[in-house]
């Protein structure tokens, strides 16, 4: 009968550590300033365009992809990341990296990239025909 108790109490615990867990990485908001970025010590989503004339570096060694990003403000912010470079990054718009800022870099745990849309020129040009 006591076995009982010790085992539901420690499926309580792992229950509410999960939950914990989950609730702190929902929890990850969006900036785009860079500078707001370098001051917070919290994870964060920042969204920005890849520097390409500082171009990127890859350490096929230790794994680590390092690139520039810059904001619309024109901040710009050096990304760590280790893991692979992603496949469409030099076709990409924008690039959205989560992680934090410390020791003066952004140590990205996941990075996104948008990809130009091929619908986007159809779009525009659309545009220009009913206007």
Known sequence: ???KYIFGG????IFLGVMAYLFTQTNI?????????????????ATGEWVKERSYKIDPRNKVFTFYLKDAEGNVMKVVYKGAMPNNFES????????KFKNGYFEATNILTKCPSK????????????S
């Open 1 to 3: 009968m006591k076995n």
């Open 10 to 13: 420690i499926i309580i615990v």
């Open 29 to 45: 908001s969006y900036e785009n300033d860079f500078a707001k970025v370098m001051q917070t010590h919290r994870t964060v989503r």
């Open 92 to 99: 990409s718009s924008s690039v959205v990296v989560t992680g």
């Open 119 to 130: 619908y986007q020129q159809e779009f525009k040009e659309e545009q220009k025909s009913t």
